[in-house]
């Protein structure tokens, strides 16, 4: 059994940062891609990043490439977004996700099977 928590959201300005982190919690942590999606009101779920189990391996979403930074602490076992130059269209609900194994279908929410609470971003403009 995996469980998965989000903190760190919150309202911040246009152009400022924030990190999220994702606290895994179960066995095996170095054996799952881990993940995070989005939504925003209104929209569907879509992907923003994802970093492979075991190694540097690490994916992103155009819209946020070049600004978003996923990286892990596998002694904290935690998952981190670091999300730099916000723009009000980052405006949603961060999901983290896991999955045993890497899929060459990351950017699909159908292939985690494990999926965090949400955290709220809110940038506005």
């Known amino acids: 059994q995996v469980q998965l928590v989000e903190s760190g959201g919150g309202l911040v300005q246009t152009g400022d940062s924030l990190r999220l982190s994702c606290a895994f919690a179960?066995?095996?942590?170095?054996?799952?891609?881990i993940g995070w999606f989005r939504q925003a009101p209104g929209k569907e779920r879509e992907f923003v990043a994802v970093?492979?189990?075991?190694?540097?391996?690490?994916k992103y979403a155009d819209s946020v490439k070049g600004r978003f930074t996923i990286s892990k602490d596998n002694a904290k076992t935690t998952v981190y977004l670091q999300m730099n130059s916000l723009k009000p269209e980052d405006t949603a609900v961060y999901y983290c996700?896991?999955?045993?194994?890497?899929?060459?279908?990351?950017?699909?929410?159908?292939?985690?099977?494990?999926w965090g609470q949400g955290t709220q971003v809110t940038v506005a403009s």
């Open positions: 996700v896991a999955r045993l194994y890497y899929s060459v279908n990351y950017y699909s929410s159908s292939v985690y099977p494990n």
């Open positions: 970093i492979r189990e075991g190694g540097p391996i690490k």
């Open positions: 179960g066995r095996d942590f170095s054996s799952y891609s």
